[in-house]
């Protein structure tokens, strides 16, 4: 199974395009960032298995086939918030759980300041939602503390990426798989992508954007 997955599909497309517009407000941000969430949830979840269950439909019975998977939803705090509501209203019998990271200004290394993963049963798929994917520390420590609670089938959702935070996620953890609406061209000394969108949870909860 291919490690990346760049999704095309043209309403993703378009809803990022609106998301990078530094006139888009915090209300339109959040409908926006919903609706690029829900195409790629639902490519993300392509290769959830099936299993055969009975139905009695209003003509007959016959067979159909029904998620068979266990899935556990972790948005990353905060900007990952904005991707849950779109992943839970197509896998409403998901688990979710949260982490909280913060990035040192000085470093771009990330700081975890909130720990709520639960044990994960093996094979059980894991979504971790965040909307960017800078540096990839963040990515790659939230990654391994998700290991550490047993997760052996990850999965990385992001709207947009760097080929360097790219590149770091899957030196670290091989076995993850990405799906990326975009992969943009480079991160600034900051730390933030290019062209990119600013900072998602910012922009997100209406904080002042810090635009040049």
């Known amino acids: 199974m291919p490690r990346l997955h760049q999704v095309q599909h043209p309403i993703l497309l378009d809803r990022i395009t609106r998301l990078r517009d530094r006139t888009t407000d915090p209300r339109l941000f959040v409908h926006l960032l919903e609706e690029a969430s829900f195409v790629l949830a ?3 979840t392509r290769d959830l298995a099936l299993q055969p269950v ?5 003509m007959e019975e016959t067979q159909g086939p029904i ?3 266990s899935v556990v939803l972790v948005p990353i705090l905060r ?10 209203s197509l896998l409403p019998q998901a688990a979710v759980s949260f982490v909280g990271a913060l990035r040192e200004e000085e470093t771009l290394e990330p700081s975890v300041y ?12 894991v979504f971790l939602l965040d909307p960017m994917l800078a540096t990839g520390g963040t990515a790659t420590a939230v990654l391994t503390l998700l290991q550490k609670r047993g997760a052996n089938r990850l ?19 091989p076995e993850s798989v990405i799906y990326v609406g975009a992969i943009d061209r480079e991160l600034n000394r900051q730390g933030f992508l290019l062209p990119g969108l600013g ?12 635009f040049p």
């Open 42 to 44: 639902v490519e993300a």
């Open 54 to 58: 009975p139905v009695v439909t209003p």
């Open 67 to 69: 998620l068979a998977d």
């Open 79 to 88: 900007a990952g918030l904005g991707m849950l509501r779109s992943f839970r």
């Open 114 to 125: 909130l720990d709520r993963i639960a044990a994960i049963p093996p094979d059980t798929c």
């Open 155 to 173: 999965c990385l959702v992001c709207c947009l990426a760097s080929p360097e935070g790219i590149r770091r996620v899957h030196e670290s953890h």
């Open 199 to 210: 900072d998602a949870g910012d922009r997100l909860f209406g904080a002042c954007p810090s």
